[in-house]
């Protein structure tokens, strides 16, 4: 198994459909998508760490470093074991982590990370209407709320942005996430495919 996994972040304000676009080139050979949104959902609420989570998660709070950095690293593991990760192969995109600097550091040892992909949009008003919509599909008590989501922007700006400066500069580039899905994921894919067929030519399915 390679000592770090080759990783591409995908990065971006909440709503900014980081999540959306993830779950498509997760369904792309070559590409394994894991998002720590998912991760915690997939927990049972009634639980310790679904407590910790629902505690968190309902205020608009970022799960504490220490709880989510050793989740993502026993669930990663056991995505190994089970053959649905294969790091020889797979470029792992990185989705909701690391959200703060401490969490970058700790990754630091687990992850090598090629590329990281900022989404960005301008229109705040579209990225809360999204927000509220998928509340209400997805029944997300923590998108629900206006004041909520207003908390989460905070968050992402306190906590979150400063990650960026945890890599080089030469690291990130931007994506306009306005636009088509299929656009959206055309400018995406121009930048990982060639990044997933560098590391891992071999490829063979
Ligand atoms: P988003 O709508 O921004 O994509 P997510 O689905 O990624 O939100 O995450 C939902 C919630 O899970 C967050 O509000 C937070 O409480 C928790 N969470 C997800 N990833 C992390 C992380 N890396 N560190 C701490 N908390 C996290």
């Given at each position: 198994?390679?000592?770090?996994?080759?990783?591409?972040l995908?990065?971006?304000?909440?709503?900014v459909v980081?999540g959306?676009?993830g779950?498509?080139?997760?369904?792309?050979?070559?590409?394994?998508?894991?998002?720590?949104?998912?991760m915690f959902r997939?927990?049972?609420?009634s639980s310790?760490?679904?407590?910790?989570?629902?505690e968190y998660?309902?205020?608009?709070?970022?799960?504490?470093?220490?709880?989510?950095?050793?989740?993502w690293?026993?669930?990663?593991?056991a995505?190994?074991i089970l053959?649905?990760?294969?790091?020889r192969?797979?470029l792992l995109i990185l989705?909701g982590?690391p959200?703060?600097?401490?969490?970058?550091?700790?990754l630091?040892?687990?992850?090598e990370?090629?590329k990281?992909i900022h989404l960005?949009?301008?229109?705040?008003?579209?990225m809360?209407e999204?927000l509220?919509?998928?509340?209400l599909?997805?029944?997300?008590?923590?998108?629900?709320?206006?004041?909520?989501?207003?908390?989460?922007?905070?968050?992402y700006?306190a906590?979150?942005?400063?990650v960026?400066d945890?890599?080089?500069?030469?690291?990130?580039?931007?994506?306009n996430?306005?636009?088509?899905?299929a656009?959206?994921l055309?400018?995406?894919?121009?930048i990982?495919?060639?990044?997933q067929?560098?590391h891992?030519s071999?490829?063979?399915?």
């Amino acid at each position: 198994m390679p000592s770090r996994y080759k990783t591409v972040l995908l990065f971006g304000a909440p709503g900014v459909v980081k999540g959306t676009q993830g779950k498509i080139l997760g369904t792309i050979p070559g590409f394994f998508h894991f998002a720590t949104g998912d991760m915690f959902r997939q927990i049972d609420i009634s639980s310790d760490l679904g407590k910790i989570f629902y505690e968190y998660s309902s205020r608009g709070e970022l799960v504490p470093d220490e709880v989510t950095v050793k989740m993502w690293t026993e669930t990663i593991h056991a995505h190994c074991i089970l053959h649905e990760y294969k790091p020889r192969h797979d470029l792992l995109i990185l989705d909701g982590i690391p959200r703060t600097v401490e969490q970058a550091q700790m990754l630091d040892a687990h992850i090598e990370v090629i590329k990281v992909i900022h989404l960005i949009c301008d229109d705040q008003k579209a990225m809360f209407e999204r927000l509220r919509r998928r509340a209400l599909k997805e029944n997300r008590f923590d998108d629900a709320d206006e004041k909520v989501i207003r908390h989460r922007w905070s968050v992402y700006e306190a906590q979150t942005r400063p990650v960026l400066d945890h890599y080089p500069s030469d690291m990130t580039i931007e994506i306009n996430s306005v636009g088509s899905p299929a656009l959206v994921l055309r400018d995406l894919l121009d930048i990982v495919a060639p990044i997933q067929n560098q590391h891992f030519s071999a490829y063979e399915g």
